[in-house]
């Protein structure tokens, strides 16, 4: 009789051992939020994730990489924008990561040295390999220092977003005058007029709300804007925003303005109080945000650079004595260069002969500020950018 019991206990413990590994292996795909971490150049790098809870086993979603502004964290982040409920409502993933000492390096004097560029990519590559995401639809945004990290992401790793989204944040002189982006990149931006941290017409740091989409739409190609329009006023807090829109650009991209008129240094629709300065009501940043990346996707066309050629070099950057000198390397054809305004605007036409690759192009009549050239021939396209003093 003893013995026949401990078959049974025997038998019954292997099926429960059984059960609780279908319970820890479904419990594993149910959890919605989880915190996560890895070691990135000899630093341990942390970050919170937030699934959908109803997302299958086999199923990739797209994934949003949602950045903190400086002195905040990626749990407060995650707790005051609400993203967690836009995406269970819309189905996509959110990380929050965490940047060192509560900061981004995203070219800003004295700030953070951190390879964050690095990392961020490296996230991407960890959440991928855990078959969770789809790497055609990732995308980035953040809020004040997270807003510069975002356009420096679109700068130097672009080819990894789908789209990029600021709020209350825009781009140093340093890190726009070294932006080369390798694809045309949709963009949305949220700013308020009253922010006092982040100025909407800039500072002797940093480029205004203008200026910086001015810089976007040229690497785009933006070909027109829409007539802006009043978003419903819903809340009485003395604010409202008004919308704008800059279409036809390059690889079927877009430029969007969020302007939130007497807005602080804050995240509309916050679902805290935070920032400084009042929060708008009438929108909810994160929805918005969503709204317009989500119809991204990183296979779709982009257009700046399809088949490149040898790569094109500025000899002196920024151009200073009227003249764009550029070695692109040798060609057996005739190429054609044009300058390029930040409005899309073809400003000059020149047709390179084939030689030894340097080439001098005129720019003594372009007033200061930023430009674009595009050599094309048979062999491809390649887009660049330069600076007139």
């Not at 949305?188 to 922010?195: K, L, R």
Request: proline letters at 4%; glycine letters at 10%; a negative charge.
């Amino acid at each position: 009789m003893h013995k026949n019991f401990n078959l049974v206990q025997i038998d019954f413990s292997s099926k429960c051992l059984a059960v609780l590994f279908i319970i820890l292996t479904v419990s594993e795909l149910l959890v919605a939020q989880v915190n996560g971490g890895f070691v990135h150049g000899g630093i341990q790098r942390n970050y919170i994730l937030y699934r959908p809870q109803n997302q299958l086993p086999d199923e990739k979603l797209p994934l949003m990489i949602v950045l903190h502004g400086y002195t905040q964290s990626a749990n407060s982040v995650m707790l005051y924008t609400g993203f967690n409920q836009v995406a269970e409502e819309n189905r996509f993933v959110v990380a929050y990561p965490e940047g060192i000492n509560a900061s981004w390096n995203a070219g800003i004097m004295g700030g953070s040295t951190a390879d964050d560029t690095g990392f961020l990519t490296t996230l991407i590559d960890t959440l991928i390999k855990k078959a969770w995401i789809d790497p055609s639809r990732v995308y980035a945004c953040g809020m004040s220092n997270g807003g510069f990290m975002s356009y420096r992401l679109a700068c130097e790793a672009g080819e990894r977003f789908a789209a990029i989204g600021s709020v209350a944040g825009t781009m140093t002189f340093l890190s726009a005058q070294s932006c080369m982006p390798a694809v045309s990149m949709p963009v949305v931006h949220i700013h308020g007029t009253a922010d006092v941290i982040v100025p909407y017409d800039g500072n002797n740091a940093m480029h205004s709300v203008s200026a910086v989409l001015d810089l976007w739409k040229g690497f785009d190609s933006c070909q027109k804007g829409t007539p802006s329009f009043v978003l419903h006023d819903d809340h009485p807090d003395n604010s409202w925003v008004e919308q704008y829109d800059w279409t036809d650009c390059a690889g079927n991209s877009e430029v969007r303005l969020y302007k939130v008129v007497n807005g602080g240094h804050t995240w509309p629709g916050a679902v805290d109080v935070s920032g400084l300065g009042a929060t708008n009501r009438d929108i909810s940043a994160s929805e918005v945000i969503w709204e317009f990346v989500g119809r991204f996707s990183r296979a779709v066309p982009h257009g700046m650079v399809e088949k490149p050629l040898n790569p094109v070099r500025i000899i002196e950057n920024p151009v200073a004595n009227g003249i764009l000198r550029l070695s692109a390397g040798k060609s057996g054809t005739v190429r054609k260069a044009d300058i390029i305004g930040l409005n899309g605007t073809i400003i000059g036409e020149f047709f390179l002969e084939p030689g030894t690759g340097e080439y001098s192009l005129e720019t003594g009549n372009l007033a200061p500020g930023f430009y674009l050239f595009r050599i094309s021939g048979a062999e491809g396209v390649q887009t660049g950018r330069f600076i007139v003093l």
